[in-house]
């Protein structure tokens, strides 16, 4: 069973830092994916406020996802690089992040995502950049 059909099928326990972190997988296909995680005490930093990289981490999740529902048999992938810009802070609720894919070739793919209150409100936007490892590589 692949990756995408161990989510369909189990969820978040199909991925151990999912269970970790609490994220629920919303929607995922087509180059685009939706993950959702409400934020607990323990994600808050000294100042009380959700930890930037818990923000990072739950976007480059949803970016991989979404860039996983497009690769070739025996595709894989390894983040390149990666820059989030934080444009307002959250200490409780759940947050939203999305995924999507601009562009995929053969050795290298781009995506976008971002991370949303459950209000709509925007709190970061990240792009990536993502190695497409081929078969046998």
Do not use: H
Request: charged content about 20%.
């Amino acid at each position: 069973m692949g990756y995408l059909e161990e989510i369909s099928a189990k969820g978040q326990k199909a991925n151990p830092f999912f269970v970790m972190m609490g994220i629920e997988p919303v929607s995922f296909g087509d180059g685009a994916a939706v993950l959702s995680m409400q934020v607990r005490p323990d994600m808050l930093n000294g100042d009380g406020w959700l930890q930037g990289g818990v923000y990072t981490a739950l976007v480059d999740e949803a970016m991989a996802l979404a860039l996983i529902t497009v690769l070739g048999d025996g595709e894989r992938i390894a983040t390149i690089s990666e820059a989030t810009s934080f444009l307002s802070g959250v200490q409780d609720g759940t947050i939203c992040a999305s995924g999507r894919v601009i562009r995929k070739g053969r050795s290298v793919a781009f995506t976008e995502g971002e991370v949303t209150r459950d209000d709509g409100r925007v709190l970061t936007r990240t792009t990536a950049s993502f190695a497409v490892l081929q078969p046998g590589r």
